[in-house]
């Protein structure tokens, strides 16, 4: 298992050493990882989403939606890009500000070939048909109905892939977050 982690931005430091104290605005909260697409690193990444989202200050209830939509990603990377086989994922974490609203946003990058074209938000808009479920297609459905954002863009050596959380709808939403 290969496991490096880089600190950028305030003291986050090591996800095994690090003290989830709140998000502070105006200050930078960012950790970049780099991972083998295999299950030896899903550990980390949950430690990742674990400091993150106590970073944010969101609930138990709104850390795991982000830890299944971080851990499905990551799967999928590994199982459909990299075929199982070997490959390197590149993962930031950050905390962001857009005026008001602060996002909670995972990066994935991977250099696999691409082999996903697809429209995500189609896919989640079908309807789904329980009768007739089988493996294959529902991550993204899954991945899409717990995040607020996901995207997908293609590039010359791999692809990258974006996940973004409302921090504040817990707020919106009567939820402490």
């Not at 780099?34 to 209830?61: F, K, P, W, Y």
Request: hydrophobic share 35%.
């Amino acid at each position: 298992m290969a496991v490096t982690v880089n600190q950028r931005g305030d003291n986050i430091g090591n996800p095994e050493r690090a003290m989830p104290g709140k998000y502070q605005r105006g200050k930078s909260c960012r950790i970049s990882l780099q991972l083998d697409s295999n299950s030896d690193c899903v550990e980390v990444l949950r430690s990742i989403v674990s400091v993150m989202t106590a970073r944010a200050g969101m609930d138990e209830l709104r850390s795991n939606r982000v830890a299944v939509g971080v851990d499905e990603l990551f799967a999928n990377i590994a199982a459909h890009a990299y075929g199982g086989k070997p490959g390197r994922i590149e993962v930031d974490a950050c905390l962001e500000e857009r005026g008001e609203t602060r996002f909670l946003i995972f990066d994935f990058r991977d250099y696999a070939k691409v082999c996903w074209r697809g429209d995500i938000e189609k896919i989640a808009n079908q309807p789904l048909d329980v009768e007739h479920l089988c493996p294959g297609g529902l991550g993204l459905r899954l991945i899409h109905s717990v995040s607020d954002n996901c995207e997908h863009h293609e590039l010359e050596d791999g692809n990258r892939w974006q996940l973004i959380f409302n921090v504040c709808n817990g707020e919106k939403d009567g939820h402490e977050s």
